[in-house]
Nanobody, 129 residues
Framework: QLQLVESAGGLVPAGGSLRLSCAAS???????????MGWFRQAPGKEREFVAS????????DYTGPVKGRFTLSRDNTKYTMYLQMNNLNPEDTGVYYC???????????????????WGQGTQVTVSS
C-alpha cells in the first residue's frame, strides 16, 4: 500500500514555472521502484486527464501532447518522491493535479485512470493570464 501526498500548488502568471512533488509513504514505499508513477489533472468542468507518466527506474517518461517540451517528470526512488517541473505555464494548465502510482506491468502507455492503484488528494494549480 502507498499513500501519496502532493506538494502545494499555487497561483502563477502565464509563462511562469512551478514544480510539484509527490511523496510516497506506507508499507510499500521501499518497493516504489516497482511502481509506474504519473500525474493527472482536472480542469474546472472537465474530466480528469492524463498529464505524464514515468517508468519505475525513471528511464522513460511519457507526456500528453499539450505539455510536451514544457513539463519534465523525474523521480528519486531513494527519497520516495516524484517531481513534475512545469515551465511556460499557460491558463489551460489550470486545474487540480493528482499524482498516482500503479504496480508495473507490461503496457504501452499508462494514460488511463484505471492503470493506477493509488492516488493523492490533489493540489490546485492556477495560471493567470
Amino acid at each position: 500500500q502507498l499513500q501519496l501526498v502532493e506538494s502545494a500548488g499555487g497561483l502563477v502568471p502565464a509563462g511562469g514555472s512551478l514544480r510539484l512533488s509527490c511523496a510516497a509513504s506506507g508499507p510499500s514505499e521501499d518497493k516504489l521502484s516497482s511502481f509506474v508513477m504519473g500525474w493527472f489533472r482536472q480542469a474546472p468542468g472537465k474530466e480528469r486527464e492524463f498529464v505524464a507518466s514515468i517508468q519505475p527506474m525513471g528511464d522513460y517518461s511519457d507526456y500528453t501532447g499539450p505539455v510536451k517540451g514544457r513539463f519534465t517528470l523525474s523521480r528519486d526512488n531513494t527519497k520516495y518522491t516524484m517531481y513534475l517541473q512545469m515551465n511556460n505555464l499557460n491558463p489551460e494548465d489550470t486545474g487540480v493535479y493528482y499524482c498516482a502510482a500503479g504496480l508495473a506491468a507490461i503496457r504501452d502507455r499508462w494514460i488511463f485512470e484505471h492503470d493506477y492503484d493509488y492516488w493523492g488528494q490533489g493540489t490546485q494549480v492556477t495560471v493567470s493570464s
